[in-house]
């Protein structure tokens, strides 16, 4: 008789399977912390790294960058760049802002429908604009 995994667990193969990704063990953990419970979130490696160990999940950090890589390049999620260095990676795929809380350090939503980009300058030649990532910068007063 074939067990059916828990639901997180399946939430998390059925999200791998929409890019054609093998359900590694490790990948199949990291989905489902990711989106096992059907909440989009944004995370950073060492996050979700952290998630795993408290979890009980053995990954390691070299594998959670390389999975998120792979996440992203799968079109699963999405890398979100603050200050050049630091990465943000985000389930939610649809076009939405963000804003970036300083003090925190933390990544949040911010309400699309507020956002009006009239005008983009145009991509010099031999270029097309690929994506326009909108980041909000803020700190509490």
Known sequence: MTQTP???ARR???WLATAGLRPTRQR???ATLLVGDGQNRH???ESLFEAASRSGHKVSL???YNTLSAFCAAGLMREIT????KSYFD???TDHPHFYWEDEARLSDAPSEQLEISRLPDAPDGAEIAKVDVVIRLRRR
């Open 28 to 30: 199949l953990a990291l």
């Open 6 to 8: 828990h639901p997180p």
């Open 62 to 64: 070299a594998t959670v």
């Open 43 to 45: 995370v950073t490696a």
């Open 91 to 93: 389930t939610d795929m």
């Open 12 to 14: 998390g193969a059925d």
């Open 82 to 85: 603050v200050d050049g260095s």
